[in-house]
């Protein structure tokens, strides 16, 4: 009898210090991300402009839509969702998760693949390949705006050498290639990223499993796509969409790299133009909101399909 | 033995591909940084020289060795703060069973998804409420919306993977959960703090929109801004030189670190993702 009353004063206690423990955390999180999240759709409702943001006053969705009569049955829309610059980002931020992704995930496997083998000087290939994931993003934008100078680049050099381009080409500068500029940055950067996820996938694939196959005669392409790609499936599925959400607000890279042009502007560089550059305080908070909302489906979408073990149930 | 030959030749061509595509880049900057004057404007693919003035020319303007001083003061602290907050958290989050468990992990782990944007006009009201605004700590405080959440995350996943039998002694002597944390648990989470700490510092240090927007002035500045803003008096006297040898001089930390602790880089950024 005395050993149950105890053991609930003990777990009550314990649950008790729980709350205490959290405590701290949780309020942290609650004035840096619920209450700002909160506050920018509210702002998104309302007239707010930089200088005045406690006189902003609620103005429905004009912010996102509005049609604007002009009196003679003839009138237009105006909002974010009007405007075709915001579709152009849309699209632009769209094209550039699905490319940068694709191509990473690919180059991370073929990478990941290679550093799963045993070879001499392992280590040293692996360090090596995560020095463009640890160099800050500014950094990788300015020596690649160098490398792809359109008068002393190094890169149209090579590409002049080889005799794959006849004349040097203006890669962050002339619109037709500033999006591939980017994304060639992009995926040089984050590649490595998307290869450790996948070499991990990869080392808890059992190594009896290869030697079998070995026995067996089986060829290499057909072991990969019958054993090893189905296991490694859910460690690739993962990383995907973990990348997927990031491309998504990509922002640093466009900014610094190709500065104001319609051809690479992306979904989080048109909110912060519209917030601080041209003082469109609601305006640029409703385009804040709209990418909140695509990016809050995918990962609601993508906990639901996993079934995530968060209770720690199964560990 | 021919098939093999080509086989092991093809095989160590693409591991050379693969590490020289990834030290190039960072190469070429080193090589660019060690150029002035006409030599910069020649494309060379081996070192000439080495002119120092680049760096010299760097360091000797002040206001960029108080940039870097920023960029170390912000990244320390918030490492601190948040290994702080996270260790507690995550103690309660993997050693306790309470009501709410999952929905609360669920929660902080949908805050590290938050795009940065979509809380920056909210927080930028929140700053100039706290009249952080540039300020450094405007930044400490405006990271842990990244910092909090992966670090939580990968704490409670490495807690829950130590055995119940190490703290049930301690519970049984009566110990308080703050003197478990203390006694048993911190010996053991070396290990997975140093990842998080690391993985948080680099981070921090690389951190580009807050610090765009929460700073104003040149000497509050950190250094992914201070480079982002190194400019000539027109487009045509962009000062490469200076900009590579800036940017050499915050990287080269950040690649030492790799170097070291590669191992621990690794299990951490695998941390979490994996096991989902």
């Given amino acids: ?315 | 033995m021919k098939p093999n030959f080509w086989k092991r030749t093809g095989f160590y061509a693409l591991v050379a591909f693969i590490v020289l595509q990834a030290i190039f880049p960072f190469y070429y900057a080193v090589l660019t940084s060690l150029e002035s004057g006409q030599a910069l404007f020649e494309v060379n693919y081996l070192p000439k020289k080495l002119d120092l003035s680049n760096y010299a020319g760097m360091l000797s303007q002040g206001v960029f060795g108080k940039q870097i001083l920023n960029s170390v003061f912000v990244a320390t602290v918030v490492v601190i703060i948040s290994l702080f907050l996270a260790v507690t958290a995550s103690f309660a989050l993997a050693r306790i069973r309470f009501r709410g468990r999952g929905l609360l992990l669920l929660t902080v782990l949908s805050v590290s998804m938050f795009p940065q944007i979509a809380v920056l006009s909210g927080l930028f009201e929140v700053i100039r409420f706290f009249n952080l605004f540039n300020s450094l700590w405007s930044l400490i405080f405006s990271y842990m919306i990244f910092t909090l959440p992966f670090t939580v995350w990968v704490l409670t996943t490495f807690m829950r993977s130590l055995p119940i039998e190490i703290e049930e002694a301690a519970i049984m002597d009566g110990a308080s959960s703050f003197t478990i944390i203390r006694k048993v648990f911190l010996p053991l989470m070396w290990p997975a703090m140093v990842t998080t700490g690391l993985l948080a510092f680099i981070h921090a240090w690389n951190e580009f929109l807050f610090a765009l927007t929460f700073l104003s002035t040149d000497g509050q500045r950190t250094v992914p801004v201070a480079i982002a803003m190194i400019s000539g008096s027109s487009e045509f006297e962009v000062p490469w030189g200076n900009i590579m040898a800036a940017s050499v001089i915050v990287t080269l930390p950040l690649v030492g670190l790799v170097l070291i602790f590669q191992r621990k880089i690794v299990s951490g950024l695998t941390a979490g993702a994996v096991k989902g």
């Fill in chain 1, 1 to 315: 009898m005395t050993g149950t009353t105890t053991q609930s004063r003990l777990s009550r206690n314990r649950t008790r210090s729980a709350w205490l423990f959290l405590a701290p955390m949780l309020v942290t999180l609650a004035i840096v991300a619920a209450w700002p999240l909160g506050r920018t759709i509210w702002f998104s409702f309302t007239d707010a402009s930089l200088d005045m943001m406690n006189e902003a006053r609620w103005v429905g969705i004009r912010n996102y839509l509005e049609y604007v009569s002009w009196g003679d049955g003839q009138g237009a829309y105006y909002g974010v969702l009007a405007d075709a610059r915001w579709w152009r980002s849309v699209w632009n931020t769209v094209m550039f998760s699905v490319v940068s992704v694709s191509f990473e995930t690919l180059f991370g496997l073929v990478i990941a693949l290679v550093l799963n083998q045993s070879f001499k000087g392992r280590g040293i290939v692996r360090a090596a390949v995560l020095i463009p994931w640890a160099i800050p993003t500014i950094v990788s934008a300015k020596m690649w705006a160098w490398m792809m100078h359109d008068q002393f680049g190094i890169l149209n050099d090579m590409f002049e050498t080889v005799g794959l381009i006849s004349k040097p080409i203006a890669w962050t500068a002339s619109p037709d290639t500033a999006m591939i500029a980017v994304l060639i940055v992009d995926i040089w950067k984050t590649t490595p990223f998307m290869a450790l996820l996948i070499l991990a996938g990869l080392q808890m694939v059992p190594r009896d499993m290869y030697e079998a196959t070995k026995l067996d005669g089986i060829p290499a392409f057909r072991v990969f796509r019958k054993v090893t790609l189905p296991l490694i499936m859910p460690a690739v599925l993962v990383a995907v969409v973990f990348r997927t959400l990031d491309a998504l607000r990509v922002f640093d890279l466009v900014y610094v790299l190709t500065p104001n042009t319609d051809a690479t502007r992306t979904m989080s560089v048109y909110a912060r133009e519209n917030l601080f550059d041209y003082d469109q305080f609601a305006y640029g908070s409703a385009a804040s909101t709209l990418l909140f909302l695509v990016i809050a489906l995918i990962t609601i979408g993508f906990i639901m399909a996993t079934r995530m073990d968060l209770e720690g149930e199964n560990s």
